[in-house]
C-alpha cells in the first residue's frame, strides 16, 4: 500500500509530531492512517511523578501530567507544529508500578498483580508553541489470573527480555494475553494511548477526513 493512500484520511499539511519513542504508539497512529514524525522529548518523569504524588495526585492524574509534559517539551523543539505526548500508569488501588529494573523484578511484579485487578491510566495531550490545546484520558481495568512460581518463571522464559519494556512486567498483544481472565477497557488504551478521543479531536479541526 502507498504512503497516499494509507495516509488518504490524514487532511493536515503536515504529519503530526510524536513526543515519545514508543514503537506501539507510533504503530497504532499509522495503523489509524495518521503520518508521524518523533521528536525527542526528554522529561525527568520520575521527578514529575513524585512531585505530582507530593502533592495528592493519584496515578491516572500522573499520567495526565507526564503526557502534558512531553507534549510542551515537543512543542519547544518543532516551533510551529502539533505535538502528541503520551503515557500511561499501572496502579493496583493507589500503588503505582514502572518498568522492571530485571527479571526478579519482573518476577515481583506479576507475583503481586496475579489474582487481582490493576488499572492502565493512559493520557495524551497535543500542544503548539507550549500551549496545550487538548487533553484526554483514559482506563483499562484488567483483571489478572492467579498464577504460581512455576507459571511466572514459564512466562518470563518465553517472553524473555521484553517484559522489561513494559510496565507491570507484561506486553498484552504478545504472549502477555496468557496471564489475563478478563480485560475491560479501550484496546488503544490499553496500549498507551486513547485513541478515539484523539481522533474526534483530530476531526473537529478539519486534520482527518
Do not use: C, N
Request: net charge negative; proline share 5%.
Amino acid at each position: 500500500m502507498s504512503d497516499a493512500v494509507r495516509y488518504s484520511l490524514w487532511r493536515a499539511q503536515e504529519p503530526l509530531v510524536l513526543a515519545s519513542k514508543s514503537a506501539t504508539r507510533r504503530a497504532l497512529l499509522a495503523s489509524a492512517g495518521i503520518p508521524v514524525e518523533t521528536v525527542d522529548a526528554p522529561v525527568d518523569e520520575r521527578a514529575l511523578e513524585a512531585a505530582a504524588v507530593a502533592e495528592g495526585v493519584g496515578p491516572a492524574g500522573v499520567a495526565s501530567r507526564l503526557a502534558a509534559a512531553k507534549a510542551l517539551a515537543g512543542s519547544a523543539a518543532r516551533p510551529g507544529r502539533l505535538v502528541l505526548g503520551a503515557d500511561q500508569t499501572l496502579a493496583l488501588g493507589d500503588e503505582a508500578f514502572h518498568k522492571p529494573a530485571d527479571r526478579a523484578a519482573a518476577a515481583a511484579q506479576i507475583a503481586r498483580l496475579a489474582g487481582k485487578t490493576h488499572e492502565l491510566h493512559a493520557a495524551l495531550a497535543l500542544a503548539r508553541d507550549g500551549e496545550v490545546l487538548f487533553e484526554a484520558a483514559d482506563t483499562a481495568h484488567l483483571a489478572m489470573r492467579p498464577l504460581g512460581p512455576d507459571v511466572i518463571a514459564t512466562y518470563l522464559d518465553a517472553a524473555g527480555d521484553a517484559v522489561l519494556s513494559s510496565v507491570g512486567a507484561y506486553q498484552l498483544e504478545g504472549l502477555g494475553i496468557h496471564l489475563f481472565q478478563t480485560v475491560e477497557g479501550a484496546h488503544s488504551t490499553i496500549l498507551g494511548l486513547p485513541l478515539l478521543p484523539l481522533l474526534a479531536f483530530l476531526r473537529r479541526h478539519g486534520d482527518v477526513l
